[in-house]
Nanobody
Protein backbone atom coordinates (compact mmCIF):
# COMPACT_ATOMS: atom_id res chain seq x y z
CA UNK A 1 0.00 0.00 0.00
CA UNK A 2 1.31 3.40 -0.92
CA UNK A 3 -0.18 6.85 -0.38
CA UNK A 4 1.29 9.74 -2.34
CA UNK A 5 0.39 13.34 -1.61
CA UNK A 6 0.62 16.09 -4.19
CA UNK A 7 -0.53 19.64 -4.67
CA UNK A 8 1.64 21.39 -2.13
CA UNK A 9 2.90 24.78 -3.23
CA UNK A 10 3.87 28.27 -2.15
CA UNK A 11 0.91 30.66 -2.11
CA UNK A 12 0.04 34.05 -0.77
CA UNK A 13 -2.17 34.48 2.25
CA UNK A 14 -5.81 34.34 1.27
CA UNK A 15 -5.13 31.93 -1.54
CA UNK A 16 -6.34 28.38 -2.08
CA UNK A 17 -4.82 24.97 -2.71
CA UNK A 18 -6.13 21.47 -3.15
CA UNK A 19 -4.00 18.64 -1.86
CA UNK A 20 -4.45 15.18 -3.33
CA UNK A 21 -3.64 11.80 -1.85
CA UNK A 22 -3.49 8.98 -4.36
CA UNK A 23 -3.49 5.39 -3.21
CA UNK A 24 -2.00 2.34 -4.85
CA UNK A 25 -2.87 -1.09 -3.59
CA UNK A 26 -5.61 0.37 -1.44
CA UNK A 27 -9.17 1.60 -1.63
CA UNK A 28 -10.40 4.31 0.72
CA UNK A 29 -13.77 2.57 0.95
CA UNK A 30 -15.04 1.43 4.33
CA UNK A 31 -12.47 3.14 6.46
CA UNK A 32 -11.09 6.44 7.60
CA UNK A 33 -9.02 8.99 5.75
CA UNK A 34 -7.32 11.89 7.45
CA UNK A 35 -5.06 14.82 6.84
CA UNK A 36 -2.40 15.83 9.34
CA UNK A 37 0.17 18.57 9.26
CA UNK A 38 3.43 19.31 10.97
CA UNK A 39 4.52 22.89 11.34
CA UNK A 40 8.18 23.72 11.85
CA UNK A 41 9.23 22.94 15.38
CA UNK A 42 5.85 21.56 16.35
CA UNK A 43 4.32 18.13 16.70
CA UNK A 44 2.15 16.63 14.04
CA UNK A 45 -1.50 17.59 14.43
CA UNK A 46 -4.74 16.40 12.94
CA UNK A 47 -6.39 18.77 10.49
CA UNK A 48 -9.37 16.86 9.13
CA UNK A 49 -10.76 13.34 9.14
CA UNK A 50 -13.61 11.58 7.46
CA UNK A 51 -15.40 8.27 7.42
CA UNK A 52 -15.56 6.93 3.89
CA UNK A 53 -18.72 5.12 4.92
CA UNK A 54 -20.46 8.48 5.18
CA UNK A 55 -20.47 8.87 8.95
CA UNK A 56 -19.18 12.37 8.79
CA UNK A 57 -16.15 14.57 9.02
CA UNK A 58 -14.15 16.31 11.70
CA UNK A 59 -12.07 19.47 11.43
CA UNK A 60 -9.67 21.10 13.80
CA UNK A 61 -10.95 24.47 15.00
CA UNK A 62 -8.09 26.22 13.25
CA UNK A 63 -9.27 25.11 9.81
CA UNK A 64 -13.02 24.59 10.20
CA UNK A 65 -14.89 26.57 7.59
CA UNK A 66 -11.80 26.98 5.43
CA UNK A 67 -10.72 23.40 4.66
CA UNK A 68 -12.78 20.57 3.17
CA UNK A 69 -11.85 16.91 3.16
CA UNK A 70 -13.25 14.59 0.52
CA UNK A 71 -12.53 11.34 -1.23
CA UNK A 72 -13.23 9.57 -4.50
CA UNK A 73 -13.21 5.79 -4.25
CA UNK A 74 -13.33 5.37 -8.00
CA UNK A 75 -10.10 7.32 -8.38
CA UNK A 76 -8.61 5.94 -5.16
CA UNK A 77 -7.94 9.47 -4.04
CA UNK A 78 -8.56 11.76 -1.12
CA UNK A 79 -8.44 15.51 -1.17
CA UNK A 80 -8.02 18.49 1.11
CA UNK A 81 -9.36 21.72 -0.31
CA UNK A 82 -7.82 24.65 1.53
CA UNK A 83 -9.28 28.13 1.18
CA UNK A 84 -8.42 31.44 2.83
CA UNK A 85 -4.95 30.17 3.62
CA UNK A 86 -3.07 31.86 6.42
CA UNK A 87 0.63 32.07 7.20
CA UNK A 88 0.08 29.73 10.14
CA UNK A 89 -1.14 27.03 7.73
CA UNK A 90 2.45 26.67 6.53
CA UNK A 91 3.40 23.05 7.18
CA UNK A 92 4.10 19.67 5.69
CA UNK A 93 0.75 17.97 5.10
CA UNK A 94 0.31 14.22 5.33
CA UNK A 95 -2.58 12.00 4.38
CA UNK A 96 -3.31 8.88 6.36
CA UNK A 97 -5.76 6.03 6.02
CA UNK A 98 -7.10 3.20 8.09
CA UNK A 99 -9.11 0.38 6.48
CA UNK A 100 -12.03 -1.58 7.83
CA UNK A 101 -13.54 0.98 10.13
CA UNK A 102 -17.24 0.21 10.05
CA UNK A 103 -18.92 2.30 12.70
CA UNK A 104 -19.65 5.95 13.29
CA UNK A 105 -17.45 8.02 15.54
CA UNK A 106 -14.26 6.06 14.95
CA UNK A 107 -12.44 8.29 12.51
CA UNK A 108 -10.76 10.69 14.88
CA UNK A 109 -7.38 12.36 14.65
CA UNK A 110 -6.34 10.42 17.75
CA UNK A 111 -6.85 6.93 16.35
CA UNK A 112 -4.08 4.85 14.83
CA UNK A 113 -3.67 5.06 11.08
CA UNK A 114 -1.91 2.20 9.32
CA UNK A 115 -1.00 3.96 6.09
CA UNK A 116 0.74 7.28 5.64
CA UNK A 117 2.00 9.34 2.76
CA UNK A 118 5.38 11.02 2.60
CA UNK A 119 4.05 14.55 2.91
CA UNK A 120 3.71 17.61 0.72
CA UNK A 121 4.87 21.09 1.65
CA UNK A 122 2.51 24.04 1.83
CA UNK A 123 4.04 27.46 2.32
CA UNK A 124 1.86 30.52 2.84
CA UNK A 125 3.42 33.97 2.86
Amino acid sequence: VQLVESGGDSVQAGGSLTLSCTASGYSFANGCVAWFRQRLGKEREGVATMSTRGYGTWYDDSVRGRFTISHDNGRRAAYLRMNALMVEDTATYYCAAEPNVWFAGQCSAQREYSYWGQGTQVTVS
